[in-house]
């Protein structure tokens, strides 16, 4: 039975139950052996009869005590146990009589009670838990019990009834009462077996139930037997039948206080059961149909009340087996319908969902093409993007790597990175919008002058790639040719040009990786040239090579151009005030672009053209300090660099003398800086011409002391007037602990032998304010680096001077414009 919880109850209401299950068995046991022995002649009824009601009451408190152990199945244990209780007055009436008068005459009032048993038995039975059927189900459900009760009355009326009624010689009356034990029996056991086929499981309690209603027909029929030849008492050995019944009802109501069958052994007795019940109920219907045929041709010969019986209990019974038929096949045909039905829904939903899902994966489909567009397409150009680009080049880097078939000659590779010049300036003055706009057509005449097998991106901002198989240099300069036109922006024209940087396979690199930096470099190569002009790469021997062929080549006549420059890097006091200038030589070359010192004075010493730089240099020094000097900054000294063929000179110092008186300047306001470590093996010649250039009051620093060719013998020897200490030192100054305490032992060395020697003493390199602070506390007069002040042209420098010569030293660097 489902749907069934437990009561709440106490352990002592469980205890009470199984004592009444126990006194029900032990009156039961007590009344099978009261029998056996009755049978082997004690001749005494009244205590087999005491058993009997014994067990009758126990099982009636049985099922009493069960009601309040089952929410559910409450109302059924209530019915049945008034049932039982009912049968027991019954007996425990009949007792009384039959020991007063005797007999007990049918029909009487007990018949009354005894019948009321199987009323309220049928109620309890109503009551029990069943799970709700289609009414379909509900109506075969229903005639096949009655096809099996009414084959079982038919055998019954054939077997025993039809021989009973037609041999007593009773009332009309005691006949109907007497009839009315086996219908009302039938009607009993085909009501709890139409419940019991509700359940999917097999019902243990309603099983036993069943037995002991059938233990009760059969007692019943034995009684009706007996009573009609008037051979019945209590106390016989047919009364064991209704022990058995009530026990069977005690033992079900007991069980029922589980929901499940609490053992495994138990489960499995139950599982085998159905299995074996349900085939059964099966076939029932069909055998009780099979029964009443074999009676009713084993009575057609017949002419007695059992053999007409018998055929009108045979057409009953087919008539309910041709109604369930009926019932069958329209459950069929409605079962088929709804499936049907049910069947066309599902293929409808089914096509539906299929639809979805196809669209739906279409969709999906539509979006992750979209998605790996996004992924490697530019927005705006809708070019390829950086991504893209490295996949193409890393695809064309491997079938570089294939070998070619024979006969075919290897294409070759090359990348070409664009970088539009000006486009900074066209989104500063005319807005991102008209920039966006340039990008635009720039990516339309790069994606309309594409070559076969060339793939061209956008890299991001005013970068552009292109990806060709042709002569990379022809190529490079057909991509600048596109610039040539204007663009066409609407209302107005916009011209820009482009510089590009070339790397080619295999000489600028074997992977995606190395042609795409090599390419950027070239780029920026192509930046410093000018701009509007293309760049290959070449490996830093090669380019460094080619630099210095190039400056050779440019250099002379770079003078007579005026292509070089001075800008000048201030030089900061104890007093934190400007108090002199370095001059550094510049030289802006329109094809080289613009070049320090060290990249063009190897080769102007080569070509002997450093004796005319210098004294280029000191004549423009000069006459920019007198000019500052007429401005106001009459203490402000100049320093030139010298290089050491000066001194090969015999006109060096007339060179001082005319520089000096040319531009009214005195000795004092110029300082000459050189490097000791060039002086090798020709410092008696220079300190010659140094001491008779140091007489008209010029000052003699001597560059880059503490470096690693550094030298203790030229201060002894060459009149020197300031140590600049070399910047490896004073980057030291704030490095880590331990290679800061060795620069400050350093400098405090170089401080305390400059003080022993009379000279002064400069840091040079300063790029922090640690630096600068450090220095100047270990014992530096003065000091010039980056973070002092980037060397400027002469006019940010006078600007410089207007604005800081009488100021302190800022808190942060000047700022290169």
């Not at 610039?483 to 940087?501: E, K, M």
């Amino acid at each position: 039975m489902t749907g069934e919880v437990a009561n709440e109850t106490t352990p002592g209401t469980r205890r009470v139950l199984n004592l009444s299950l126990l006194l029900t068995v032990g009156f039961a046991l007590a009344h099978l052996l009261w029998t056996v022995l009755d049978l082997r002649g004690e001749g005494l009824n009244w205590p087999g009869t005491s058993f009997s009601l014994g067990v009758l009451y126990a099982a009636a408190l049985t099922c009493a005590l069960a009601a309040r152990k089952r929410r559910a199945s409450a109302p059924a244990w209530r019915w049945i146990a008034l049932a039982v209780g009912v049968y027991a007055l019954a007996d425990t009436g009949y007792a009384l009589v039959e020991a007063r008068a005797g007999t007990v005459v049918t029909p009487s009032v007990l018949d009354a009670a005894y019948l009321a048993f199987y009323v309220l038995f049928m109620l309890g039975i109503l009551a029990l838990p069943h799970q709700p059927l289609r009414r379909a189900e509900a109506w075969r459900l229903t005639l096949d019990t009655g096809i099996v009760v009414g084959a079982l009355g038919v055998a019954l009326w054939y077997g025993a009834l039809a021989l009973m009624l037609g041999a007593t010689e009773a009332g009309l009356a005691s006949k109907l009462v007497n009839l009315m034990y086996p219908v009302l029996d039938l009607c009993a056991l085909g009501l709890l077996l139409t419940v019991i086929r509700r359940d999917d499981r097999f019902p243990l309690e309603g099983g036993m139930l069943a037995l002991g209603l059938a233990a009760f027909i059969a007692g019943n029929t034995v009684y009706l037997f007996m009573d009609a030849n008037g051979d019945f008492t209590l106390g016989l050995p047919v009364d064991l039948l209704w022990t058995a019944g009530a026990l069977l009802f005690a033992v079900a109501a007991w069980n029922s206080r589980r929901g499940t069958p609490a053992s495994r052994p138990l489960t499995t007795v139950t599982q085998i059961t159905t299995r074996l019940t349900r085939p059964l109920y099966a076939a029932a219907p069909y055998l009780g149909l099979a029964v009443c045929f074999a009676l009713s041709l084993h009575s057609q010969d017949e002419n007695t009340l059992a053999a007409h019986g018998t055929l009108w209990g045979t057409a009953a019974v087919t008539l309910l087996v041709a109604m369930r038929q009926i019932v069958a096949l329209r459950d069929n045909t409605a079962l088929t319908a709804q499936l049907a039905a049910l069947n066309a829904s599902l293929e409808s939903r089914v096509a539906a969902r299929t639809a979805e899902v196809e669209q739906g994966h279409a969709q999906l489909e539509a979006h992750a093409r979209e998605l790996a567009w996004q992924a490697h397409h530019d927005q705006l150009t809708g070019l390829p993007n950086r991504a893209g680009f490295l996949i193409a080049l890393g695809e064309a880097v491997d079938r570089q790597t294939q070998p070619a078939l024979p006969g075919e000659e290897p294409a070759s590779l090359a990348v070409l990175f664009l970088d539009l010049d000006g486009f900074k300036t066209v989104n500063d003055t005319l807005g991102h919008t008209v920039g966006d706009q340039l990008l635009i057509r720039v990516a339309a005449r790069l994606r309309g002058s594409l070559q076969p097998g060339e793939f061209t991106a956008r890299l991001g901002g005013d970068e552009f790639m292109v990806l060709t198989p042709q002569p990379p240099e022809s190529r490079a300069q057909q991509v600048l040719e596109l610039f040539a036109a204007p663009f066409d922006l609407g209302d107005r024209p916009v011209r820009v040009s482009a510089s590009v940087g070339v790397s080619v396979y295999p000489d600028s690199g074997r992977d995606a990786e190395s042609l795409y930096m090599h390419a950027d470099v070239a780029m920026y190569e192509a930046k410093r040239a000018g701009k509007g002009a293309a760049r290959v790469f070449m490996p830093p021997a090669d380019r460094a090579a080619r630099l210095q062929a190039e400056v050779e080549n440019q250099l002379p006549g770079a003078l007579e151009r005026g292509e070089f420059s001075l800008h000048y890097q201030p030089i900061y006091g104890l007093a934190r005030q400007i108090t002199a200038l370095e001059a550094l030589l510049r030289w802006d070359s329109p094809a080289l672009g613009l070049l320090f010192p060290g990249h063009f004075l190897p080769a102007a010493h080569g070509t002997g053209l450093d004796g005319a730089l210098d004294r280029w240099a000191l004549n423009e020094a000069c006459g920019q300090l007198s000019r500052w000097h007429a401005a106001g900054h009459s203490g402000l000294r100049v320093a030139v660099n010298l290089s050491p063929a000066q001194f090969a000179h015999a006109d060096f110092v007339d060179t001082v003398d005319a520089a000096l008186a040319r531009h009214a300047l005195s000795g004092a306001a110029l300082d000459f800086e050189i490097d000791a470590a060039l002086l090798a093996g020709q410092e008696a010649q220079a300190a010659a011409v140094m001491g008779q250039v140091r007489e008209r009051g010029v000052r003699w620093a001597l560059c880059g002391f503490g470096a690693r060719d550094s030298a203790l013998a030229p201060l002894l020897q060459l009149p020197v007037g300031v140590l600049k200490i070399d910047r490896s030192i004073i980057g030291a100054l704030d490095g880590p602990a331990a290679v800061q305490t060795q620069a400050r032992r350093g400098v405090q060395a170089i401080t305390a032998l400059a003080g022993a020697l009379g000279l002064g003493v400069m840091a040079e390199g300063v790029e922090t304010r640690a630096q600068w602070q450090a220095a100047l506390a270990l014992g530096c007069d003065h000091a010039q680096g980056f973070w002092l002040g980037h060397p400027q042209n002469a006019l940010k420098t006078t600007a410089l001077l207007a604005h800081s010569l009488e100021q302190p030293v800022p808190d942060a660097p000047s700022h290169v414009v």
